[in-house]
């Protein structure tokens, strides 16, 4: 089993205007007789799970989401070379798997483009983006998760551009995991996983995993 998500920590890289992430202590083992944390940060913090609520009025909240749409197949694209920026779509999924994207994906579609290296720095905000219409075209072939190790699977820097793949994906009732790490070296298909903390909201915190 393989751990595809960043630990949370006070001061940790949060989107830009989310809440900033503090960890401090709320009891003490040596004066309280135990050691008890208070944790402050958003429900989008670290690697985390977007409801379809997070942009659809009225979409479903995390408390509607069945593990059985967070555990499954998956198909791992690594996208080499990509830069700071720019908009990679279908033709560059297609190079990526050799050719040809399948007819019929799996229901879960990770995107790993490198950034996760970033995510601490500056450049993190400068991730690659995907093309709104390749993801319109993944949800038709059958993606019921968009998973992706950047930000947003939308750009970040800027401002002003929308959330055009959350609404093609959201908004087809589907679902959205970010800020994945580690899968580099990943087959390109496995079984993976995604578990939110069990709370009634827009997104979560996830555990992400690979199977073995």
């Known amino acids: 089993m393989r751990e595809l998500s960043h630990p949370i920590v006070s001061g940790m890289r949060v989107y830009p205007g989310d809440p900033e992430v503090a960890i401090e202590s709320a009891l003490r083992l040596d004066r309280d007789g135990v050691d008890v944390a ?3 940060l958003g429900s989008h913090t670290g690697t985390h799970l977007d409801a379809p609520s997070h942009t659809v009025a009225g979409g479903r909240t995390t408390g509607a989401i069945g593990l059985d749409e967070l555990v499954g197949d998956a198909l791992v694209v690594h996208l080499d070379g990509l830069a700071a920026g720019q908009r990679y779509g279908l033709a560059e999924l297609a190079a990526a798997l050799g050719g040809e994207l399948p007819e019929r994906v ?3 579609v990770i995107l790993d483009t490198g950034w996760a290296a970033r995510f601490d720095s500056d450049e993190a905000l400068e991730h690659p983006a995907l093309d709104p219409a390749a993801a319109a075209e993944l949800v038709h072939r059958g993606l019921h998760v968009l998973a992706v190790d950047t930000l947003s699977p939308d750009p970040s820097a800027g401002g002003g551009a929308g959330f055009p793949v ?11 995991v970010e800020n994945l790490c580690g899968l580099a070296g990943l087959p390109e298909r496995i079984r993976a996983g ?15 995993v690979a199977f073995d």
């Open 38 to 40: 208070r944790l402050h």
């Open 106 to 108: 799996p229901p879960i």
């Open 166 to 176: 959350h609404e093609v994906v959201l908004g087809a009732d589907r679902l959205i």
């Open 194 to 208: 995604f578990f939110p903390l069990r709370v009634d909201l827009d997104g979560a915190p996830v555990r992400a």
